[in-house]
């Protein structure tokens, strides 16, 4: 039988009840998890990951190349940085809350 799932009702093998693989599984076409999703080990991504939703990191976030943000970037904590910092915007200041940068404090 070679029917394809479109929820959990339909498709080739069809359980109501839990499902336990005690060894590697391989997925040859697209995978939908209705409800949650635990990775209990490392999870790793080849070919791209989008996130429609909020996203919540418990720990630290590492990132081996650039960042490219859509939109503004809200920071809680201290901002270290290693390198020069650029500004791209060209802003004139008229006023000490105007300008391509601007800071609520001084700058020493």
Do not use: H, P, R
């Amino acid at each position: 039988d070679t029917t394809q799932a479109t929820c959990t009702t339909t498709g080739s093998l069809v359980t109501a009840g839990g499902l336990g693989v005690g060894g590697d599984a391989f997925i040859g076409g697209a995978a939908s998890v209705d409800g949650d999703a635990d990775v209990i080990g490392e999870l790793t991504v080849f070919y791209g990951l989008t996130v429609s939703g909020d996203t919540s990191i418990g720990k630290s976030l590492v990132v081996a190349a650039d960042i490219t943000a859509g939109g503004n970037t809200m920071l809680a904590g201290t901002l270290d940085v290693g390198q020069a910092v650029g500004v791209a915007d060209t802003t004139d200041s008229t006023s000490s809350t105007t300008g391509s940068f601007v800071t609520a404090g001084g700058m020493g």
